[in-house]
């Protein structure tokens, strides 16, 4: 699954590393890329978006909406 995640308080590029740390302490988040006020998810089945606002919270942040996008295939 992948998430769009929407964060309130990113203000410096610090804060890129912050939750970008915080996220990879979640077990079974597979792929995070982070970018100010916003990060894109791919995660295996089970994992809560309570773990991930507990996460982005622990790190000082507050997820003001989670998205889920649209699965894509590769091309070929």
């Known amino acids: 699954?992948?998430?769009?995640?929407?964060?309130d308080g990113m203000l410096a590029v610090h804060a890129k590393h912050a939750v970008f740390m915080a996220l990879a302490a979640v077990e079974g988040i597979t792929r995070a890329e982070v970018e100010l006020g916003r990060a894109e998810l791919t995660l295996a089945e089970g994992v809560s978006q309570a773990a991930i606002r507990a996460a982005i919270a622990d790190a000082g942040f507050a997820v003001?909406?989670?998205r889920i996008?649209?699965?894509t295939l590769p091309t070929i």
């Open 69 to 71: 996008l649209p699965r």
């Open 64 to 66: 003001t909406a989670i």
């Open 1 to 7: 699954m992948r998430l769009e995640v929407t964060i």
